[in-house]
């Protein structure tokens, strides 16, 4: 199957997750996850309907976003973003999804300032205990929240989380629902709408869609398997 019908299987299983939930299928986007993935291959899978995408390396997003300036596109950061990274992210993104401690949020202001730019973020949660994922421990996010929310260049727009891989993908639900909740309190705690779950990927995207999520990050399903 090319990148088109791959496409168009992935929408359908999300309509389906989202009816079997009781939510509106297009209250769910698809972002393909396009690192190491050729321009060719992106614009294939924007031909198809994809208008989302996310990079993982800043250094990997510069040499491709301009190459794709030609299509409407929005890019996001879905990748692990280092302090001396972000000069660049904020030219090439429409929105971090993995803002994940405060001295990255203070280098986003600054640098966001200088630019006049007011960008969306999503802070990332680690939920799960390995040591190699990213993110903010879920008993720091009410103070990293508040920073975010005391920057003017910064608009939150909710929570993003990889979690732990299972190869059943029920055994992720928990995580899902998790991150939901925590988003529903930080709503509480601060008084803000905060709309957005980035959750779900190609293995288990179906299960965050019945838990959620409203942006699903799914590389292999649309791609085939990576050449790393």
Known sequence: MGIRENVEKVLKQIEEAALRAGRRPEE???????KTRTPQEIKEAYEAGVKLFGENRVQEAREKIPQLADLKAQWHMIGHLQTNKVKYAV???DCIESVDREGLVEELQKRLSREGKVMPVLIEVKLSPEESK????????PRLTEK?????NLKLKGLMTVPPYFEDPEKVRPYFAELRRLRDELQEKFKVELPELSMGMSHDFPVAVEEGATIVR?????????NY
């Open 28 to 34: 769910v986007k698809l972002l393909a996850a396009s």
């Open 91 to 93: 030219k090439l993104f």
């Open 134 to 141: 990213h993110g903010c421990l879920p008993q720091e996010l």
């Open 148 to 152: 975010v929310l005391n920057s003017p």
């Open 218 to 226: 799914v590389g292999t399903a649309i791609f085939g398997p990576r």
